[in-house]
Antibody, heavy 120, light 108 residues
Framework: QVQLVESGGGVVQPGGSLRLSCSAS????????MHWVRQAPGKGLEWVAI????????YSADSVRGRFTISRDNSKNTLYLQMNSVRPEDTALYYC?????????????WGQGTLVTVSS | EIVMTQSPATLSVSPGERATLSCRAS??????LAWFQQKPGQAPRLLIH???TRATGIPDRFSGSGSGTEFTLTISGLQSEDFAIYYC??????????FGPGTKVEIK
């Protein structure tokens, strides 16, 4: 079965950096687009970024563009989110999610999330 | 950028009754619309994609309809496990792909 396990969350100071990882198993990782979606405490879902199955295309939300970078290593079945210049409003549970195809935009499976807290 | 809205924000329904949730897009999505269910402390779960296609394992009391800018999720015969927050999400054309703000379905 599809499993997505996020890691790397924690407490980071404003202006600092953090790298999130998502380890995937149970499917052919290199065939699927992958997303990051976040949820601030008590708030709704916010789509953050997508990377195509082969890494050829990447897109991100306006709120993180220029600060966050999505990447993947298909040889390690791992998705990453490099978070730079973090702000208090980036505090959220960050979910890794699998696309239904190579980059359709339809999210089919979700991990359990890793919590990022931006605070001094 | 496409903006998604959902109504109502909260829906109070008695077990066994029908719940009707609405989702509206600021531009036409064709049928590129998904519905997700999220229970407290859990990750979201895909219920419906392509406006009306149930995801694998989703009971047939969940149904979706609509196209263009107006969409509906109907839950027939609400069961205790259906009380949750429901989000719509558009995946039309290119990113960014926005979620709606959610509808909380609570016990009346």
């Amino acid at each position: 079965q599809v499993q997505l396990v996020e890691s790397g969350g924690g407490v980071v100071q404003p202006g600092g950096s953090l790298r999130l990882s998502c380890s995937a198993s149970g499917f052919l990782f290199s065939s699927y687009g992958m997303h990051w979606v976040r949820q601030a405490p008590g708030k709704g879902l916010e789509w953050v970024a997508i990377i195509w199955f082969d890494g050829s295309e990447k897109y991100s939300a306006d709120s993180v563009r220029g600060r966050f970078t999505i990447s993947r290593d298909n040889s390690k079945n791992t998705l990453y989110l490099q978070m730079n210049s973090v702000r208090p409003e980036d505090t959220a549970l960050y979910y890794c999610a699998r696309d239904r195809g190579g980059g359709l935009g339809l999210i089919e499976f979700w991990g359990q999330g890793t919590l990022v807290t931006v605070s001094s | 950028e496409i903006v998604m809205t959902q109504s109502p924000a909260t829906l109070s329904v008695s077990p066994g009754e029908r719940a009707t949730l609405s989702c509206r897009a600021s531009q036409s999505l064709s049928t590129n619309l998904a519905w997700f269910q999220q229970k407290p402390g859990q990750a979201p779960r895909l219920l419906i994609h392509s406006s009306s296609t149930r995801a694998t394992g989703i009971p047939d009391r969940f149904s979706g309809s609509g196209s263009g800018t107006e969409f509906t999720l109907t839950i027939s015969g609400l069961q205790s496990e259906d009380f949750a927050i429901y989000y719509c999400q558009q995946y039309h054309d290119r990113p960014p792909w926005a979620f709606g703000p959610g509808t909380k379905v609570e016990i009346k």
